[in-house]
């Protein structure tokens, strides 16, 4: 009978905890489990009774920056509005003309907080109406400014709000030709091809990286740079 070393019978559980009693482990787990204490205690520092809000500021804090886009919903969990399903259009054998259609369900306006490189409609987070009742944005934005917190506004938040950012999201790039780290800060801007300039030359060998030709290679690191 094979026996098993007790170093090497770990066994994992998964549970979900309250935010008290998250804290009763505090710097008595892993680095793992930690990291989830540390974002919970961020996440009930900030002053927000509704959670989206809460768990927005948590995500751009991530993500290093606040945006969104409009999407699509078909219902709101933040108020009771439901927007129901398109009427059949013509009779059948298994429905009725007129009678809802549950397989097409109407939607309405809502919106997509700090979204990432993968878009999936019909998934916003909060409608229209709730984002105006709340003042969602204007809120988020103003605790973002007054706490100094490292956070890209985005153009369009910075005109929605009528203010200006703090921070600047400096992404990390290697370059094709020397294989050496850079910031989009410290590149060379080049003209771009409708008017303006971009960065696109390595600032230590001074290769371009061009539209139609080599390009330097994004990663997933960046910095946060104060604005001047």
């Known amino acids: 009978m094979c026996k098993v070393k007790e170093t090497d019978a770990i066994v994992l559980y998964d549970v979900k905890l309250t935010y008290k009693e998250l804290l009763l482990l505090d710097k008595q787990v892993s680095t793992t489990a930690q990291e989830t204490i540390d974002k919970a205690k961020v996440k009930e520092s900030i002053p927000f009774d509704l959670p989206l809000m809460r768990d927005v500021v948590v995500k751009a804090l991530e993500k290093g920056e606040f945006n969104w886009r409009t999407d699509s919903m078909s219902s709101c969990k933040y108020c009771d509005k439901k927007a129901g399903y398109h009427p059949h259009a013509r009779n059948s054998k298994y429905h009725t003309k007129g009678k809802p259609n549950y397989n097409k369900p109407k939607t309405y306006r809502g919106y997509k907080f700090v979204y990432g490189g993968i878009i999936i409609t019909g998934t916003a987070d909060i ?54 780290d850079m910031y989009e800060s410290d590149m060379v801007k080049l003209p771009a091809l409708m008017g303006g300039y971009y960065p696109g030359g390595c600032p230590h060998c001074l290769a371009q990286s061009l539209p139609f030709g080599n390009s330097h290679r994004t990663t997933l690191e960046y910095r946060m740079k104060k604005v001047e």
């Open 127 to 180: 409608c229209s109406d709730c984002i105006k009742e709340y003042d969602v944005i204007n809120r988020i934005v103003t605790y973002i400014l007054e706490q100094d917190l490292p956070i890209q506004l985005s153009p369009v938040a910075e005109t929605y709000c009528d203010v200006k950012t703090k921070y600047i999201k400096d992404d990390k790039q290697i370059c094709y030709s020397c294989a050496k």
